[in-house]
């Protein structure tokens, strides 16, 4: 593969949204970030210059990276920030991927401006499993906040308060005609009758997620997380932060503008935004121009059934050309809670507190506390005060999971890690339960893709759920939805020696504690070891 080369200048600049305007972190001084462009096998380096404030890193959502964890980016877990005033150049390795991937930053809530996407394109002499399109869109959804996004993580690490709603959606930086100050600047997408356009659709957004649909025009998936997949036909797709989806649309109706737009998928009863972003599929040429201009129909924010309709659709392509190798001998079961619960703050001692109690976020009833040392770098110098292998892999409390309502389970809190040997096989059920406050979850991990065999409402049975896994043509992906009171069953082997992050992709959960690192030990051999760590990695406070 080829080598290419990125600069990404990390710094505040001004945007105007909303009727006001406001500093913000970008790269490059673009919202959304900009692109990188590479083919698969390709090795892409990106010198990191941090010329903002504070200390920021970069993650490259959805690359394997293999036995290079010292790139991977989030904070704490492979590395400390880079400290402003610095650079770190990363090495970003194609190795399987083929799509639509993206990267972001991976410290405090920074990704909220800090992101773009990653498009690998088919290695020469290969194509698209698909007719080539006649054009091609990367579609952001991202979310606005008027405010410092800085003050809003500070709020929400404080407050522990559930939720955190942002001020608009954005689609390609832009909330669209329906916001304030907003129709000028609308994103539009001009297409020629006739012909189809590849959509690289990405969930950018903190917390939440999206419904997305064109108006009056049909939608075709052909990939997501950076794989393909048998063809989805639909109106509408559900994406969850962290998720990408590449979509197919024929330009062949008679109007000259639809509106494309994405609404939320709350599934819950709190106060989430319930805002829509539009951007305007505009055909060239003479088409009658409808007023107003059509809207899709999206399902309602509440509507489980339509989410979940969609995605049970996913089916690898699982073809000759792109053959896939599903996990069957398992060797390591994980059984793990996914929570909103309690932690204990014994008079008044956690800051934003009345009770005593404060929420956070858990697996298997751990709320993650990220350590001063990174746990990568610790890990490799033996230095075993910032962290402990001792996660439980299975809940330390059995109950009805998604029964019990009105529990008070406190949740401990520690760097707790599972450690795996090189090459165990490993199926990992996520199981959601109702403590405090029952909800949707975009569960994620770093360093690997995975096939997701299995998912469905309620408690996991271990007895009878898995007579219906597909074992044939699950899809392989990097984030999944796990909905709400059910369970979702993923596999992988792992064979990437490193440190990797697995966490709710909702900002605010994952700042609360709903993570863990996994560690893959070195195999006997160099192939199967890490590699080395690089002369300059960010320095860490006590290094
Ligand atoms: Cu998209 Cu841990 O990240
Ligand atoms: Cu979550």
Same mark, same amino acid.
């Given at each position: *593969?080829?080598?290419?080369?990125?600069?990404?200048?990390?710094?505040?600049? #001004?945007? &105007?949204?909303?009727?006001?305007?406001?500093?913000?972190?970008?790269?490059?001084?673009?919202?959304?970030?900009?692109?990188?462009?590479?083919?698969?096998?390709?090795?892409?380096?990106?010198?990191?210059?941090?010329?903002?404030?504070?200390?920021?890193?970069?993650?490259?959502?959805?690359?394997?990276?293999?036995?290079?964890?010292?790139?991977?980016?989030?904070?704490? /877990?492979?590395?400390?920030?880079?400290?402003?005033?610095?650079?770190?150049?990363?090495?970003?390795?194609?190795?399987?991927?083929?799509?639509?991937?993206?990267?972001?930053?991976?410290?405090?809530?920074?990704?909220?401006? !800090?992101?773009?996407?990653?498009?690998?394109?088919?290695?020469?002499?290969?194509?698209?499993?698909?007719?080539?399109?006649?054009?091609?869109?990367?579609?952001?959804?991202?979310?606005?906040?008027? =405010?410092?996004?800085?003050? /809003?993580?500070?709020?929400?690490?404080?407050?522990?308060?559930?939720?955190?709603?942002?001020?608009?959606?954005?689609?390609?930086?832009?909330?669209?005609?329906?916001?304030?100050?907003?129709?000028?600047?609308?994103?539009?997408?001009?297409?020629?009758?006739?012909?189809?356009?590849?959509?690289?659709?990405?969930? =950018?957004?903190?917390?939440?997620?999206?419904?997305? *649909?064109?108006?009056?025009?049909?939608?075709?998936?052909?990939?997501?997380? *950076?794989?393909?997949?048998?063809?989805?036909?639909?109106?509408?797709?559900?994406?969850?932060?962290?998720?990408?989806?590449?979509?197919?649309?024929?330009?062949?109706?008679?109007?000259?503008?639809?509106?494309?737009?994405?609404?939320?998928? &709350?599934?819950?009863?709190?106060?989430?935004?319930?805002?829509?972003?539009?951007?305007?599929?505009?055909?060239?040429? #003479?088409?009658? =121009?409808?007023?107003?201009?059509?809207?899709?129909?999206?399902?309602?924010?509440?509507? &489980?059934?339509?989410?979940?309709?969609?995605?049970?659709?996913?089916?690898?392509? =699982? #073809?000759?050309?792109?053959?896939?190798?599903?996990?069957?001998?398992?060797?390591?079961?994980?059984?793990?809670?996914?929570?909103?619960?309690?932690?204990?703050?014994?008079?008044?001692?956690?800051?934003?507190?009345?009770?005593?109690?404060?929420?956070?976020?858990?697996?298997?009833?751990?709320?993650? /506390?990220?350590?001063?040392?990174?746990?990568?770098?610790?890990?490799?110098?033996?230095?075993?005060?910032?962290?402990?292998?001792?996660?439980?892999?299975?809940?330390?409390?059995?109950?009805?999971?998604?029964?019990?309502?009105?529990?008070?389970?406190?949740?401990?809190?520690?760097?707790?890690?599972?450690?795996?040997?090189?090459?165990?096989?490993?199926?990992?059920?996520?199981? *959601?339960?109702?403590?405090?406050?029952?909800?949707?979850?975009?569960?994620?991990?770093?360093?690997?893709?995975?096939?997701?065999?299995?998912?469905?409402?309620?408690?996991?049975?271990?007895?009878?759920?898995?007579?219906?896994?597909?074992?044939?043509?699950?899809?392989?992906?990097?984030?999944?939805?796990?909905?709400?009171?059910?369970?979702?069953?993923?596999?992988? !082997?792992?064979?990437?020696?490193?440190?990797?992050?697995?966490?709710?992709?909702?900002?605010?959960?994952?700042?609360?504690?709903?993570?863990?690192?996994?560690?893959?030990?070195?195999?006997?051999?160099?192939?199967?070891?890490?590699?080395?760590?690089?002369?300059?990695?960010?320095?860490?406070?006590?290094?």
């Amino acid at each position: *593969g080829a080598i290419r080369h990125y600069d990404f200048v990390v710094k505040e600049s #001004n945007f &105007s949204r909303l009727c006001s305007s406001k500093s913000m972190l970008t790269v490059n001084d673009s919202f959304p970030g900009p692109e990188i462009h590479a083919q698969k096998g390709d090795t892409v380096f990106v010198n990191v210059r941090n010329q903002g404030t504070y200390g920021i890193t970069i993650h490259w959502h959805g690359v394997k990276m293999p036995r290079n964890p010292w790139s991977d980016g989030p904070e704490y /877990v492979t590395q400390c920030p880079i400290p402003a005033g610095t650079n770190f150049t990363q090495e970003i390795n194609f190795s399987t991927e083929e799509g639509t991937l993206w990267w972001h930053a991976h410290s405090d809530w920074s990704r909220a401006t !800090v992101h773009g996407a990653i498009i690998v394109y088919p290695a020469n002499g290969t194509s698209y499993p698909y007719p080539k399109p006649y054009g091609e869109q990367t579609i952001v959804l991202a979310s606005w906040y008027k =405010a410092d996004v800085m003050e /809003v993580y500070e709020e929400a690490v404080a407050s522990g308060a559930e939720f955190n709603t942002s001020d608009a959606f954005t689609i390609n930086g832009q909330p669209g005609a329906l916001f304030d100050c907003s129709t000028g600047t609308t994103f539009r997408l001009a297409v020629k009758k006739g012909e189809t356009y590849l959509l690289r659709i990405i969930n =950018a957004i903190l917390n939440e997620e999206l419904f997305f *649909g064109i108006a009056q025009h049909n939608l075709t998936v052909v990939g997501t997380d *950076g794989f393909y997949t048998k063809p989805i036909y639909t109106e509408y797709i559900m994406i969850t932060p962290g998720q990408t989806m590449d979509v197919l649309v024929t330009a062949n109706q008679p109007a000259s503008y639809y509106y494309m737009a994405a609404s939320p998928f &709350s599934n819950s009863e709190a106060p989430f935004d319930n805002a829509t972003t539009t951007a305007i599929l505009q055909y060239m040429g #003479n088409q009658s =121009a409808p007023s107003p201009i059509p809207l899709p129909t999206l399902p309602g924010t509440n509507d &489980s059934t339509a989410a979940s309709n969609f995605t049970t659709k996913f089916r690898s392509l =699982a #073809n000759s050309a792109h053959p896939i190798s599903v996990p069957k001998n398992i060797t390591k079961h994980i059984l793990m809670t996914v929570s909103v619960n309690l932690i204990f703050c014994p008079n008044d001692s956690c800051s934003g507190t009345t009770d005593g109690d404060r929420l956070a976020a858990s697996l298997n009833n751990q709320s993650f /506390v990220f350590p001063e040392t990174d746990i990568l770098e610790a890990y490799t110098r033996n230095n075993f005060s910032e962290f402990t292998t001792d996660f439980p892999l299975e809940p330390p409390i059995y109950f009805n999971f998604t029964g019990d309502v009105n529990v008070t389970v406190y949740a401990g809190q520690g760097t707790k890690v599972i450690e795996l040997e090189y090459g165990e096989v490993v199926e990992l059920v996520y199981q *959601g339960t109702n403590l405090g406050n029952a909800q949707n979850h975009p569960m994620h991990l770093h360093g690997f893709s995975f096939f997701l065999v299995g998912t469905g409402l309620g408690n996991f049975n271990n007895q009878t759920d898995p007579d219906n896994y597909n074992l044939i043509d699950p899809p392989e992906v990097n984030t999944i939805q796990l909905p709400k009171n059910g369970w979702s069953a993923i596999r992988f !082997v792992a064979d990437n020696p490193g440190v990797w992050f697995l966490h709710c992709h909702y900002e605010r959960h994952t700042t609360w504690g709903m993570a863990v690192a996994i560690i893959v030990k070195n195999g006997g051999t160099t192939n199967t070891s890490m590699r080395p760590r690089p002369a300059y990695m960010p320095p860490c406070p006590n290094s």
